[in-house]
């Protein structure tokens, strides 16, 4: 299914092109226009992007996209679907960290842009918003869209036998973590080591000072805690909200609790939405006792899995100490593909000590608890689960169900958003400038386009 994605990467270099351009209406749909310098933009950005690999009609794509994507925003209208201001200043933000790093840094954007980074989002919120919208009246179209064992049979039974896919050899593996727990009266003698250090730098000792001798940040203890210049959206929430609530340089928060632990943060300087902070961390202990707790609650889930007294999926409900991992049942999610199957690279890529731990296992099997360093650095035990491996092998309904089922989901998601599109065109005004008039993606547009 082609999903509305190309028109979102288009950024910043929309009103950069437009004045390279003798420009036009190339599309009209309903009330709303699209001029050739919106096409013209999308297509040179998705050229920097993608380079060799850009399709020849191109140009046509892009404007049977933003079509459609006003196809959605009407109707979004309709069915009063609403975009929160905070996930609209979200994706602003994330957009910016985009070309930032594009352009050499924030400075570099600016000055390309010849806009402050406030006035460049300033001017591109309406059309983020109406991109979001977009998007969100998109997946509600498909959203009721489901397949039965039956419908993936009939897809794969399409699909011609040389044109099967070859998949590698790959893995599922899932983990139940055990952590350490910090007791009670570790945790608080870090809130009493943090707040003696936010009384002493109120007092009026050097914060940078006190940062260099006492902060358990390995990445700033050299910079006085100094952490450089960041965006919202970067850091730790509960970090970020104490930030970014500094209003003047030398200002220092209240304690503040992360997940990394306990925090004083003093602000240094803003530069618009950015800022730039150093920090003080103190984080709650855990003994080589709590560690051995960890590995007691570990041995006996353990022993209960190899007795069968209890799935996996039930274990990881039950005793998982990771949300992250807790969430997916226990199954490690490629970040790469979005589902839980991994080559052996890839896992590696993710993890490499698993590679080890599942070499020594069949499919089904569960490793012993062992003791590994998260990718913070921190001690605990886990038991990992390898639920399938494959060998290299062409595609089939035995041991590739799950990856043809989400095929064929895919496609009926398709069908039912172009039969959407159809219907959608059928009861609007629309126009195609003779220029893209004979392209192939825009047929569908010709049956009720105006001539011009």
């Not at 994706?91 to 985009?98: F, G, I, N, P």
């Not at 984080?283 to 080589?288: F, Q, Y």
Request: glycine residues 6%; charged residues 30%; negative net charge.
């Amino acid at each position: 299914m082609r999903f509305i994605t190309t028109i979102l990467l288009c950024f910043i270099v929309v009103s950069v092109s437009a004045q390279k351009v003798v420009d036009k209406i190339v599309g009209v749909v309903n009330d709303k226009i699209i001029l050739l310098s919106d096409i013209e933009a999308q297509n040179q950005q998705y050229i920097q992007e993608y380079g060799e690999n850009t399709p020849a009609n191109l140009k046509c794509e892009l404007l049977d996209q933003v079509m459609t994507q006003k196809l959605m925003l009407a109707q979004s209208i309709l069915d009063s679907v609403e975009i929160a201001d905070e996930d609209v200043d979200n994706e602003l933000d994330k957009r910016v960290r985009y070309f930032s790093n594009m352009t050499g840094g924030i400075e570099k954007l600016e000055e390309y842009y010849g806009k402050s980074i406030v006035e460049i989002k300033d001017e591109f919120r309406t059309e983020i918003r109406d991109q979001m919208l977009s998007s969100k009246e998109q997946q509600n179209i498909i959203a009721d869209a489901k397949v039965n064992p039956s419908d993936v049979k009939v897809f794969f039974n399409k699909i011609p036998t040389d044109s099967l896919p070859y998949y590698d050899a790959e893995v599922q593996v899932g983990q139940i973590i055990f952590k350490p727990q910090v007791i009670p009266e570790m945790k608080q003698f870090a809130i009493d080591k943090i707040n003696d250090l936010r009384n002493r730098a109120m007092k009026g000792e050097d914060f940078a000072t006190l940062a260099s001798l006492y902060t358990e940040d390995p990445g700033s203890i050299d910079k006085g805690g100094e952490l450089g210049f960041f965006n919202r959206g970067e850091m730790d929430p509960n970090f970020e909200g104490a930030a970014f609530s500094l209003k003047v340089p030398g200002q220092i928060s209240d304690v503040v609790e992360s997940t990394f632990g306990y925090h004083i943060i003093q602000l240094i300087e803003r530069r618009g939405e950015r800022i730039n902070v150093r920090h003080i961390l103190i984080t709650p202990k855990t003994t080589s006792f709590d560690l051995t707790k960890a590995q007691m609650r570990a041995d006996t889930v353990y022993q209960k899995l190899a007795e069968g007294k209890i799935s996996f999926s039930d274990a990881v409900n039950k005793f998982s100490e990771d949300e992250e991992s807790k969430n997916n049942g226990g199954m490690l999610v490629n970040s790469a593909s979005g589902n839980t199957f991994f080559t052996i690279p890839e896992l590696g890529d993710n993890d490499k000590s698993l590679v080890f731990t599942i070499d020594s296992l069949k499919a089904g099997e569960f490793s012993k608890p062992e003791l590994f360093r998260d990718k913070d650095g921190k001690m605990m035990y886990r038991i990992v689960f390898l639920k399938t491996e494959s060998v290299a092998h062409k595609g089939n309904m035995k041991d590739d169900y799950d990856k043809f089922q989400a095929a064929a989901l895919s496609q009926k998601q398709a069908d039912i958003f172009s039969d959407w599109v159809k219907e959608k065109i059928a009861r609007s005004y629309t126009f195609i400038d003779p220029q893209f008039v004979d392209c192939d993606t825009m047929t569908k547009w010709k049956q009720t386009a105006q001539k011009p």
